[in-house]
């Protein structure tokens, strides 16, 4: 028989279509604007509060979204499997007519799931619904949590409870036993390798409760981002963090300020109302309720986003208003409004050497120039004193030179990054490789020392 495996390729452009479409719709998905009970039992402050200032968010694949759709329709299913018991089942705020009076109150009207609230709204979650007529417990109003889970989480959750394997899950059950005025949750989990089941019934803790809404009213009011859960970088729950950039300082590629998107929520002048419904901030510079949190020409970034630097001292002067802060090598810089400051949007393209040396200091420093983009330079990365000089000379033999030294097509490899300046353009391969061309016509091949 003919082998017909050269003819496959290798990824399916079906599927590829498919997990493009999933990572387009979620990633249009707005921003949660609010601290979420799905995560108030996570372990760092710190974290937490970086999520609500909209300082990070995670990257998902467009197969991670399917999933995260397939869990939603698990939570369908599993209330259709408590109504095929006898069970009354509010998984969906009903509408006026539906209302019989039975279920309790407390509970917010939204499109689809129950929401409650706290705080001025700024701390909020979606139940998976609440019911009646648990056989357990007939008579009693059951918060409702629906989980899916991988066989090994399944197996550790009927080992020990919820409580102890999934503190997350208990924390958040907590919380809206405490917003609806329930004294059960019923945790309902599926294995999703076999389809087993396990459900577990979690009674009201008021001293937990109390704990977690104290957490979640500093972690909101607080100017400055807590103190971390942990005391390494490279500590497996730092490791792989969506705030380990802003959190524990920038890699020397990233940007000063590494966000996505700037926002009210992280400057100075911002402040959450938590005594009025609706989620609300106040702009103290302005004086007036902030809406749509775009930022301002004002925007003056907190301090604790740097953490790489301390503010040395804060400036209101002709000038005008602004921040100098110092490095941890003792070199300063300045954010703010006035001539030779930073301002936000060019710290998010400026990365922290930038601040205080070189040209885009210099420039700034001058002319109070405004960065609009700052590319990396690679070079810079690949000094001559700390590198192997494998080959210099004339450009047009740059790729026999290559050759001669890799045994590689240099046009045929695929480049990891490049630069292109008025002197010079270079281009990063793999194995820690650079080729150089300078503007004179000159050539050069460098490799970094391991």
């Known amino acids: ?19 493009e479409e999933y990572k387009k719709a979620g990633d249009a998905e707005p921003t949660r604007g609010y601290l979420g009970a799905s995560i108030i039992g996570h372990p760092c402050e710190r974290y937490l509060w970086y999520c609500f200032r909209q300082c990070c968010s995670p990257d998902f694949s467009g197969r991670m979204y399917r999933l995260f759709e397939t869990g939603d329709r698990e939570e369908g299913r599993m209330a259709a499997n408590l109504r095929s018991i006898g069970c009354e089942v509010h998984d969906f705020v009903p509408s006026p007519e539906d209302y019989s009076g039975g279920y309790p109150r407390g509970l917010i009207r939204i499109e689809k799931q129950f929401e409650v609230s706290a705080l001025g709204g700024h701390f909020s979650g979606h139940m998976d619904g609440c019911a009646l007529g648990i056989p357990e417990a007939p008579k009693t109003w059951h918060v409702l949590e629906f989980k899916t889970h991988k066989a090994k989480s399944f197996k550790k959750l009927e080992k020990e ?11 958040q059950m907590q919380i809206y036993m405490h917003l609806t005025k329930m004294t059960r949750a019923l945790y309902l989990a599926v294995n999703k390798d076999t389809d087993d089941l396990c459900s577990e019934r979690i009674k009201h803790d008021s001293g937990a409760c109390e704990t977690l ?3 979640a009213e500093r972690i909101i009011t607080s100017n400055e981002p807590p103190k971390r859960a942990f005391s390494r970088r490279d500590y497996y729950e730092c490791k792989w963090c969506d705030a380990q950039s802003i959190c524990w300082g920038p890699e020397s590629s990233e940007p000063a300020l590494p966000i996505k998107t700037l926002s009210c929520r992280q400057c100075c002048h911002a402040t959450p109302d938590i005594h009025s419904e ?22 003056l970034c907190l301090p604790g986003l740097f953490s790489f630097a301390s503010p040395d001292d804060f400036r209101n002067d002709e000038r005008g208003e602004y921040i100098v802060f110092k490095n941890e090598d003792g070199a300063t810089w300045e954010h703010g409004e006035g001539f030779n400051c930073y301002s936000s949007e060019e710290l998010m393209k400026l990365r922290v050497k930038d601040l205080t040396g070189g040209i885009v200091a210099k420039t700034k420093e001058l002319f109070d120039a405004e960065i609009t983009q700052c590319e990396e330079d690679i070079l810079s990365c690949y000094p001559k004193e700390d590198c192997e000089t494998v080959w210099e000379g004339r450009e047009k033999n740059l790729s026999e030179a290559w050759r001669a030294a890799f045994n590689e097509d240099l046009m045929s490899l695929e480049m990891i990054n490049s630069s292109s300046f008025p002197d010079y353009k270079v281009a990063e391969l793999p194995g820690g490789r650079v080729a150089i061309v300078w503007c004179s016509g000159r050539a050069e091949i460098r490799k970094g020392k391991e």
């Not at 496959?8 to 279509?17: D, G, M, N, Y």
């Not at 409870?161 to 924390?171: R, W």
């Not at 609706?278 to 925007?299: F, I, R, S, T, Y």
């Open 1 to 19: 028989m003919s082998d017909i495996s050269k003819y496959i390729p290798k990824e399916s452009l079906t599927v590829k279509q498919i997990f």
């Open 161 to 171: 409870g919820v409580q102890k394997s999934k503190p997350q899950h208990f924390s």
């Open 213 to 215: 809404m104290s957490k």
């Open 278 to 299: 609706g989620a609300n901030w106040h702009c103290e510079k302005l004086g007036v309720p902030v809406k749509d949190l775009e930022p301002c020409e004002h925007h």
